[in-house]
């Protein structure tokens, strides 16, 4: 038996990383359940797991056994509502690649991806790529969101592709660590990740999106070797981590300032919205709340997608 971890899932087939520099082709044989986790795909990226070499074939594995996961990610199966689709396992943190430029990333979307690290108890980082292309007005937005979220306990990078600003800072902060690439199409991934290991050559430049075509493009999460330790999980076509099986009532438990506030609401199933006595609302009014994370907050309670 072999210990690898895998770097690769097509839904068949896996590629699995062993001695940290070979790449294997392993399946699966039979059912694989898996207790508790009502997903559609048994093995994800970043998954550990044990192989063997199998007889009489050339040189493919089986895959015998998973370990435990320490986290993973998942998000609403596009096929089955009630289901979810795992994306990755085993990871230390994850990125979320934004841009003020094109495609520009919402605030909403910013929020919603927070959110998710937090449920899934991930440590994020925000990036904020293309600044060379940034004008007055973008860049003062910019200032203003880095120290916001940076408040907020999450970790900012300022970086671009072309004029290399940043990429050494993006370098230490993924040194050693298993790290997941997130963002809209188009805001630099690859062209990131390229830049922070040259071997990669990953493809960049995919501008025209499949969404506005309707085609729905089947694309894999990939993780990749950059240093020794050093990991990371590209995922190109996956365009929202999504917020899955999170309640109503527990939503603002993922927003940390809130969650830091709410102990102080007169009733302890206030949703923050207009009852009486809620510190949330008065720390809104006396401003030490950002009104872009309450607008947030509030938009993802009223989206009936978000919940069970
Ligand atoms: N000006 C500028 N262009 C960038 C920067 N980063 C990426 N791009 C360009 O943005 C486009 C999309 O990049 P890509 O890496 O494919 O994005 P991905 O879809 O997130 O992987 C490409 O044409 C890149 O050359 C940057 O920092 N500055
Ligand atoms: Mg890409
Ligand atoms: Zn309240």
Redesign the pocket.
Known sequence: MIEGIVVKSTGSWYEVLIDRSTRIKARLRGKFKIKDLNVTNPIAVGDKVLCQLELGEEGTYVIHEIFPRENYIIRKSVHKAKQGHLIAANIDQMAL?VTL?QPRTSLGFIDRFLVSAEAFRIPAIIVF?????YNEEELETLNKLSILYTSLGYQCVV?????DIGITELKLKIADKITLFS??????????L?LIDVRLD??????STFADKGVHTTTFAEMFTTAKDTYVI?T?GIKELGIFEIGQEELAHYFPEMLALMGDCKFNNCRHINEPGCAVISALKQGSLSPTRYQSYISMLNNEDNYR
């Open positions: 690649i430029y790529n293309k600044v060379d292309l970086t671009s592709v072309v004029q963002g809209h199409s188009g805001v630099g991934k690859s062209s990131l390229n990953l493809r960049t430049a995919e501008v590209d190109p």
